[in-house]
């Protein structure tokens, strides 16, 4: 009987946690202008689909998981993995973090894999193409 009672404190937090994880996610929105020669073109993030269509890149509109997410005082940092990647989308996964104000950084890595291992010696700065990995500077619009 006691370890009910313990689990059951600890099964509502964990849902209380998981609603408050998917209310802030839902919240996010924005829509983000990169320019220069490889960023130029929009980033948008709606509520259940995300898009980013830059020079060499079309990802077009697909829903989306949210990996990592910090959305507080201390700055805002989320990061996306698209559900379905055509074939004119060089990126899987999407990371976008707020720099100041309304200027953020986006950066767009070709698969899970290349995410995971983006502070590993040497993945970063490979010459392999699928470690490659766009970053943009941002500003927010809306």
Not at 7 to 12: A, D, F, S, V, Y
Not at 70 to 89: K, N, T
Request: aromatic share 8%; with cysteine; hydrophobic share 35%.
């Amino acid at each position: 009987m006691g370890g009910k009672q313990v689990t059951r404190p600890i099964g509502l937090a964990l849902l209380m946690l998981a609603a408050t994880v998917a209310a802030a996610e839902a919240h996010f929105t924005g829509v983000f202008a990169g320019t220069g020669r490889a960023c130029h073109g929009t980033l948008r993030v709606h509520g259940k689909t995300i898009e980013w269509n830059s020079s060499f890149s079309r990802c077009e509109a697909s829903r989306y998981e949210v990996l990592e997410h910090q959305l507080d005082g201390s700055g805002q940092r989320i990061v996306f993995r698209i559900e379905a990647r055509g074939s004119r989308c060089l990126y899987e996964v999407f990371s976008l973090e707020q720099v100041d104000g309304s200027d953020w950084t986006a950066d767009g890595y070709p698969s899970l894999e290349a995410f995971r291992n983006r502070d590993l010696p040497d993945w970063r700065d490979s010459p392999l193409q699928e470690r490659l990995v766009l970053e943009c500077p941002m500003t927010r619009l809306k």
